[in-house]
């Protein structure tokens, strides 16, 4: 069974009722596999709606949470992060950390990223993801 992690986008997405997206996740419904949230996906929305002051999106942040659950970050997921960066600055390549602590967090805990930014995660070495917008 695949657990797919949502990046912020495919949060995005989701919020503005895409229908491409909500296929999807209708999809992954029909053959009983699971969504999660990151917690920096998390984050990067919720900081988005609340500079905003979108209570109308907030409340529907907080439904998609009650569905999909923001997962956690632990010291295994750090330690990945910090080891992801090390890797990508000795080949002179740059991910911004946002990026590294959801690529961590997904190697970690062995989920596919449903993204639509596969150029940001392609450099990035046993990460499953899948390009929910193709």
């Known amino acids: ?8 986008n495919i949060l995005s997405y989701l919020m503005k009722k895409d229908r491409q ?3 999807r996740i209708k999809e992954i419904v ?3 596999e ?3 949230i990151p ?4 984050y990067e929305v919720k900081r988005g709606l609340l500079a905003v002051n979108s209570s109308k999106r907030i409340q529907l942040l907080d439904t998609l949470c009650r569905h ?4 956690e970050m632990n010291t295994a997921v750090w330690e990945e992060a910090a080891r992801l ?3 990508l600055r000795k080949r002179g390549q740059a991910l911004e950390d946002a990026d590294l602590f959801i690529a961590a967090f997904c190697l970690i805990n ?5 993204t639509n930014n596969t150029r940001h995660f392609e450099m990035i070495e046993g990460l499953q993801y899948t390009n929910w917008k193709a």
Not at 68 to 71: D, L, Q, S, T, Y
Not at 110 to 114: D, E, N, P, S
């Open 1 to 8: 069974m695949t657990t797919f992690a949502l990046d912020t």
């Open 21 to 23: 997206v909500l296929e």
């Open 30 to 32: 029909r053959e009983d």
């Open 34 to 36: 699971d969504c999660v």
């Open 39 to 42: 917690p920096v996906a998390y």
């Open 68 to 71: 999909f659950p923001v997962g």
């Open 85 to 87: 960066y090390a890797i």
């Open 110 to 114: 062995g989920y596919t990223l449903a």
